[in-house]
């Protein structure tokens, strides 16, 4: 049976080319993009807290703390009534797709990442991070490594990039951004 894909999550660490993937649904396929990075930015601003990686990890822990990891899932859907026609990058956790593949139709997910070697990777995305010199994250090669580890999953339970890439639809690998 053919499957009507409508919707798209995409999974991956940071640097390996979520945002790019989210901008080709967005000129291509007329999809509305929305990133959780973005609804994390949001609510840093009302709290009136420094946009750095630190606040991000912190206010999203609350969140979770207080509403369960699928918060960011449900707080996108809330942004698209339809529940169709977007595309949603940055997640990173097995609830946020569990939670999105339950509740719309049509939902599918990728995976992205610049290599199956998890040191290669890491050392181009930092790599790219470096290029792309976002005050966010202005870190240096021991901070990158540690902020990866713990979105990777292992080290807390507030991220789980590993097992969410487990559980994706499609997956690809994006060494030219």
Known sequence: MLQCYTSAGIVGPLYSGKTEIRRVFEQTLCYKGISHSQILREEIGRRQLPMDRDSFTRVYQELVERYGHDILARLTLERVP?????????IRHPAEL?????????????????SENRDISRRIRYNRMLEMGRDIDRVNWEGFVERDMLEWGGVSDL???????????????????
Not at 98 to 114: A, K, L, T, W
């Open 82 to 90: 339809a529940r169709s026609g977007f595309v949603v990058d940055g």
């Open 98 to 114: 569990e939670y999105c593949r339950g509740n719309v139709e049509g939902f599918f997910s990728i995976g992205v990442d610049v």
């Open 159 to 177: 991220y789980n990039i590993e097992e969410t890439l487990r559980l994706v639809d499609f997956r690809t690998l994006n060494n030219r951004t």
